[in-house]
Nanobody
Framework: QVQLVESGGGSVQAGDSLRLSCAAS?????MSWFRQAPGKEREFVALVAWNGATTYYAESVEGRFTISQDNTKNTVYLQMNNLKPEDTAVYYC???????????????WGQGTQVTVSA
């Protein structure tokens, strides 16, 4: 079972940037970020293939967030720019054996890291 550990969350103001990291104990074909805001369901944010050749973003973050991976460190990153209050959520890293936007198709999950954006 691959273990995932997120870091990099925090409290920032609108327009600021944050970079989240997800350290994995092993490789998985697809790595994604999901988020869950208070009172809402967990939603897909971004996906990257382990070789970096494929990325996909939710429309709400397209152009502001960038997902990337470093194979030498078994780490996936989520660079978040121009943050908005509606980006406030717990962000989760997830690993799976195929590319999917559906959380139930991911078998490995991190513990989550809080991102809070104030207006």
């Amino acid at each position: 079972q691959v273990q995932l550990v997120e870091s990099g969350g925090g409290s920032v103001q609108a327009g600021d940037s944050l970079r989240l990291s997800c350290a994995a104990s092993g490789r998985m074909l697809a790595m994604s970020w999901f988020r869950q805001a208070p009172g809402k369901e967990r939603e897909f944010v971004a996906l990257v293939a382990w070789n970096g050749a494929t990325t996909y973003y939710a429309e709400s973050v397209e152009g502001r967030f960038t997902i990337s991976q470093d194979n030498t460190k078994n780490t996936v990153y989520l660079q978040m720019n121009n943050l908005k209050p509606e980006d406030t959520a717990v962000y989760y890293c997830a690993g799976g054996t195929h590319y999917s936007l559906k959380q139930n198709e991911y078998t490995a999950w991190g513990q989550g890291t809080q991102v809070t954006v104030s207006a």
